[in-house]
């Protein structure tokens, strides 16, 4: 593990592996870079792999509310590049963290040679604000922790046990503000308008019984994607295997197309 100097103060970064193009990986809203564990195993054996942890999550530095938009989890992982000399690089992010590597791509086209979106959201623009308030007022509220943590359980309904416990230890380790800021950017997001400004290949690895109407592979049906079955959200852990495959097969397609 090392650190890297971020715009909010240290972040945490888990580098190893050798071999072109290098993947850099974004956890989800209230995960952690040891999220990807297996995945960065699996990776390594053929390419460099990185992880970071975002600001307010992990062993990187807490961030206030107004710290925690969309473009300051973006400026985390382009810094985390530049720290490490990664001019170009294949792109993974979970959930949030997709949401967060689709602002990247949009930002720095040129440097992101693919993008893997895992369990991405759509827009939630058929969400009626008022709804998208009274979350986002929960969450800061006296009782937010209850109320994220209850967020979060109905969507572990299908987790291992083990999965469970380790994303909701995670989250309670997650400071609040940063939830706060985290879900705000996420709520004012259109992913498929970001999408629309990155022009280089792009997979989608969801779980197959995602049927939200806010995800992306339900609003872009067309993109490149595959389904894993037996998961909750957190595929990564509920079903490594398969998660690296559909990932392993779409990082050594794209190797093959850069040679």
Known sequence: ???????????????????????????????????????????????????????????????????????????????????????????????????????????????????????????????????????????????????????YETNLERATPETRAAVLASLAATDRATLGGAYTALFATDCRALLSRYPGPVRLIVDAANDSPMSLHAQMPDLDIVPVEGASHWLMLDRPEQFALALKEFVDATSEQLR
């Open 1 to 151: 593990m090392i650190e890297v100097a971020g715009g909010a103060g240290r972040i945490a970064v888990d580098d190893g592996g050798h071999g072109e193009p290098a993947c850099l990986l974004v956890h989800s809203l209230g995960g952690r870079l040891a999220f990807w564990r297996s995945t960065l195993e699996e990776l390594r054996r053929h390419h460099r792999a990185v992880a970071l942890d975002l600001r307010g999550h992990g062993a990187s530095a807490p961030a206030t509310l107004a710290a925690s938009g969309l473009d300051d989890f973006a400026d985390d992982v382009l810094q985390v590049a530049d720290a490490l000399g990664l001019a170009r690089f294949i792109l993974v992010g979970h959930s949030f963290g997709a949401t967060v590597t689709l602002a990247v791509a949009a930002r720095a086209p040129a440097r992101v040679i693919a993008l893997v979106l895992v369990d991405p959201a759509g827009a939630f623009d058929q969400v009626p604000a008022s709804a998208l308030e009274g979350f986002l007022e929960q969450v800061l509220g006296a009782d937010g922790e209850a109320f994220v943590r209850h967020a």
